[in-house]
């Protein structure tokens, strides 16, 4: 079984809808991120979150919210969805001890 | 501001080729650097880590070089084979910050 799941895979959605997309994990980490890959730009960090209680906006958190319910699950949220955040989004954790962040299959979203 | 600049932004080899990957950084102060492999459609998995310490790392025909002084690090690919196409992303981590800066990834196409 994968370490880190995503749902779904993949989701097209209209204009001004929310959605939540969902990211689990069973490597026991403590810390959590939800990033988003357009083509031709780098992984950019929408949220993370170190512990239960720890929410961090990363670097492009507007019209995003997450909830991180226990420690394996960290949820993305789009309020009101928009079609320029169209992407492809990947939650990810870290190992605190050897820092590597593991990555999981990723959710292709498409807003109309 | 952290950045992570790579180059080149596409590459196409024959297989069998050898190729380099350049990264450059502004991250400060270092703590460590990697390089991710992400093929089409997946998550990025980590392929090797550099600390300030290290010059050379290799992980069977990747092998990463630092020179932590002109803050520049090289991936090369020994013996290319198909299975290499992907994306190759330098992710550099400041001391002190758990947020990676991510760089946005040298495509890379091996023909037969």
């Known amino acids: 079984d994968a370490d880190v799941t995503q749902t779904p895979r993949n989701r097209i959605t209209k204009t001004g809808k929310r959605i939540m997309l969902e990211c689990s994990q069973t490597k026991g980490h403590d810390r959590m991120y939800w990033y988003r890959q357009d083509p031709g730009l780098g992984l950019r960090l929408i949220y993370y979150?170190?512990?239960?209680?720890?929410?961090n906006k990363g670097e492009i958190s507007d019209g995003y919210s997450v909830s991180r319910q226990a420690q394996a699950k960290f949820s993305l949220s789009l309020e009101s969805a928009i079609p320029n955040q169209t992407a492809l989004y990947f939650c990810?954790?870290?190992?605190?001890?050897?820092?590597?962040?593991?990555f999981g299959p990723g959710t292709r979203l498409l807003v109309l | 501001k952290n950045q992570v600049e790579q180059s080149p932004q596409s590459l196409i080899i024959l297989e069998g080729k050898n190729c380099t990957l350049q990264?450059?950084?502004?991250?400060?102060?270092?703590?460590?650097l990697r390089w991710y492999k992400q093929d089409t459609g997946r998550g990025p998995v980590s392929l090797t880590i550099?600390?300030?310490?290290?010059n050379t790392k290799s992980n069977g025909r990747y092998t990463a070089t630092l020179d932590a002084d002109t803050k520049q690090s090289s991936l090369h690919i020994t013996a290319s084979q198909l299975s290499d196409s992907a994306s190759y992303i330098c992710?550099?981590?400041?001391?002190?910050?758990?947020?990676?800066?991510f760089g946005r990834g040298t495509s890379l196409i091996v023909h037969p």
């Open positions: 979150s170190f512990d239960v209680k720890d929410i």
């Open positions: 550099m600390t300030f310490s290290e």
């Open positions: 990264c450059n950084y502004t991250v400060s102060p270092f703590s460590n």
């Open positions: 992710v550099v981590t400041s001391g002190g910050s758990y947020i990676p800066t």
């Open positions: 990810a954790t870290k190992d605190r001890a050897d820092g590597a962040q593991y």
